[in-house]
């Protein structure tokens, strides 16, 4: 599957962006989905996750829960990621990625990890301005 991130952009603290990431070449609605950032200098960390069709599941950091919502539309091959209240440390570049593995039971452990992920989009760059 190919995915295409787009979204990214400068904002001020404490606005708001709304990233897309869309997919094409095979069935999106089989793929659980995750989103990722990296920092300059810094080790990609997960942003949030949402299960494939009918898991019903979201997942989100520690340090974005309550500010990022991800949701996803099947028929659109589309995944987002609403951020609000952006903060400087928010800045970085995001990476939308498609599961390669199906869990029995799925956990935040388990798609949190980069390993989880098969194929990933080329990135988008966030820079929030204090």
């Known amino acids: 599957v190919q995915l295409q991130a787009s979204g990214g952009g400068l904002v001020q603290a404490g606005g708001s962006l709304r990233l897309s990431c869309a997919a094409s070449g095979r069935t999106f609605s089989n793929y659980a989905m995750g989103w990722f950032r990296q920092a300059p200098g810094k080790e990609r960390e997960f942003v949030a996750a949402?299960?494939?069709?009918?898991?019903?599941?979201?997942y989100y950091a520690d340090s974005v829960k309550g500010r990022f919502t991800i949701s996803r539309d099947d028929a659109k091959s589309t995944v987002w990621l609403q951020m609000n209240s952006l903060k400087p440390e928010d800045t970085a570049v995001y990476y939308c990625?498609?599961?390669?593995?199906?869990?029995?039971?799925?956990?935040?452990?388990?798609?949190?990890?980069?390993?989880?992920?098969?194929?990933w989009g080329q990135g988008t760059l966030v820079t929030v301005s204090s």
């Open positions: 949402i299960s494939r069709s009918g898991g019903g599941y979201t």
């Open positions: 990625a498609a599961a390669g593995i199906t869990y029995k039971s799925p956990s935040i452990l388990s798609y949190s990890d980069t390993k989880t992920y098969a194929y």
